[in-house]
């Protein structure tokens, strides 16, 4: 089995910060800046239910007439009859559990984001060290062919094969430097730090997460999944506007108290007192109640749909990652032994005068895009683990 180890010296030890995934996930938590910018809506959603604890304000006029009496001033205080007040209150805290649902989502989203982000740079790293190694192998033959020049079995054609197989070696090695750097830095975007900050990555590409039951993250992802709780806040915020739009038959009372002045001879000061209330014949909301029923059977209907999609997507990431892992396997126990049996043993062949140096170089490029292969294998496998994860909506590891 190929195992990817980040190795560095001492002395990068002790000036490279450790990062391993879960400290990597708890850094994003508190720094990313799109997660940070999300959780500003929570204010907006106290003081939406700040704003429906506001109660109706009094009305305060003043009337000077020619006619008697001359001048009147009123205070007029409209009073809310009936639950509409904790009605409307109620959809206010229900609108906030929705803003908390829709953070969540996106919590959810950085987590996978860092989470792949993560392993890119374990493969990033891990292809700078697989070449560094086909380096050494290429630097290996090369000094095979001298030997075997200098001493008259081979062509000198030999020779400049090998150092053209070096010098390419070496220049692809220093592009995969330079993609660590790249990816590197996108991990830093969702941690929030500096692009040229180094880490130490702990961990290896084959650290995979032990994964439950289909069964275990169907149910979970009842529970979790970001779109079935948004559906499922949306129909109880739905059920608190159709209780308000009921509240709101219930009219309203005004209460006016004041008084009228210089009304001669009759008096001087008067006082004055008025009721009014609006008197439901026509409109009692049930246009608006109509819609609201239609609109939660709509969110019922949407609800079932987005389950069974979710369900769909869970069982096909579930078996995808069931294939990926036999492809895992199977590079790692049967063709990287095998492609570096081959490899060795014609290396010696060549070493011997058995074999031309095509003979290894055609055995070496077999090697190479084997382990190429398997990273990218390994890599593919922790991207569906993410998206997995995601679907479900919280970890399942």
Sequence with gaps: MLIIVIVVTSAQAQNTPMLSLQSALDLAEKQNLDLAAARRRRAVAVAGIATARQRPNPTLSFEALRDSPHEALLLEQPLELGPKRGRRIGVAKEEGVLTDVEISAIARQVRRNTREAFFGALLARAESER????????????????????????????????ELEVSRAQADREVAEQRE???????????????????????????????????????????????????????????????????????????????????????????????????????????????????????????????????????????????????????????????RQLEGLAEESYRAGRTSILTVMQAQQKVQDVEQNYLESLFALQSMFAGLEEAVGGPID
């Design 181 to 339: 750097k790249v990816s590197m830095s996108q991990l830093n975007a969702f941690l929030n730090e500096p692009a040229a900050t180094s880490w130490q990555l702990t961990g290896k590409l084959e650290d995979v997460g032990s994964i439950p039951t289909l069964p275990e993250l169907l149910d979970r992802a009842r529970q979790l999944n970001p779109q079935l709780q948004h559906l499922g806040q949306e129909q109880k915020i739905e059920e608190s506007r159709r209780a308000l739009l009921k509240a709101e038959r219930i009219p309203n009372l005004a209460v006016q108290v004041g008084s009228d002045f210089h009304s001669p001879p009759d008096f001087l000061a008067g006082p004055r007192g008025a009721l009014a209330m609006e008197l439901p014949l026509f409109n009692r909301n049930q246009g608006q109640i109509t819609q609201s029923l239609a609109t939660q059977q709509v969110l019922s209907a949407e609800a079932v749909a987005a389950e069974r999609s979710v369900a769909a997507h869970i069982e096909s990431g579930f078996f995808e990652i069931q294939a990926q892992q036999t492809q895992v396997n199977l590079y790692s126990f049967k063709l990287l032994p095998v492609a």
């Design 131 to 162: 070449l560094a190694r086909v380096v050494q192998l290429d630097e290996r033959l090369q000094q095979i062919a001298r030997d075997r020049f200098q001493a008259g079995d081979v062509a000198q054609l030999e020779v400049i094969q090998a």
